[in-house]
């Protein structure tokens, strides 16, 4: 077993989610010049990777291949960050209009390996949809984070990556309603079902968000998730002002407990991005 602290920590940015709006925190980014911004400002801070949904002008909720080509034009245009697409989407989406983000040409997509009520909304992933990822993903050649809601998403993603789909990160979500909870045993449990070879990440929504980064990181996680998709606020009752901040403070908690933030070239080792340098 590799010591808890062998490994950088990549920062994974996330600018703006589907769900989150500007009446909530007037920080959240909507158009493709804004989400480009704040990507380029957590990149500044050490992010290394995006993972990026996409609005409308109202704030919306978008997925045409236009609305993320246009994003990514944007954020390629001042950094090499890598651009991770959900596959997500938004709760209402089919899973065509979920598939419209690979048209755009990310580095990584995201790919759900089970269904969850999202917050009381059914999100559903049937087998089948997952396969469609997958396959779309082995087309374009992109590495695959598999986002784990709960602990029968990541068996169902270890089980997909020792059969060959290029996953090369599980994200352990805590802290969604109707999800896995943000709880020290749920993480241990979740980990306990991961090949020991496949590199994992957490994202925790909520109040106990930094309790749970922070016990990623002194438990050896390759990578922790912050950005206003999950957490508008940047302390108790302060709203955070940036996405800028909140890298920033996880940089900060990652070097406070004596681990560094990965650079860009140590991302693409770990996703296995051969060449793409
Ligand atoms: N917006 C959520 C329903 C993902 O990006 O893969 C799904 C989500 C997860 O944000
Ligand atoms: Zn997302």
Redesign the pocket.
Known sequence: MRAWNATPVVITV?PC???VTREQNPAVPYTAAEIAREVAEAAEEGATIA?L?VRNSDGS?AHSATAFTDAMSEIRATTRIVCNV??????WMTIDERLECLEAGPDMA???TGSLN?AG?P?VTSGEDTARVIAAAEERTLPLEA?C?DLGHVAEAARLHSSGAPIRLANL?LGVPGGAPATPAALQTMIGELPSELPWGVTAVGRHQQRMLALAVLLGADAIRVGL?DNIYAGKGRLAPSNRQLVANARRLVESLGRRIATLDETHDLLDMKGDR
């Open positions: 996330a989610g589907a769900e993972h949904h909720p959900s596959t997500g989407g938004a709760v995201g790919v759900e999202f909304d999100f986002e809601f979500v998709e």
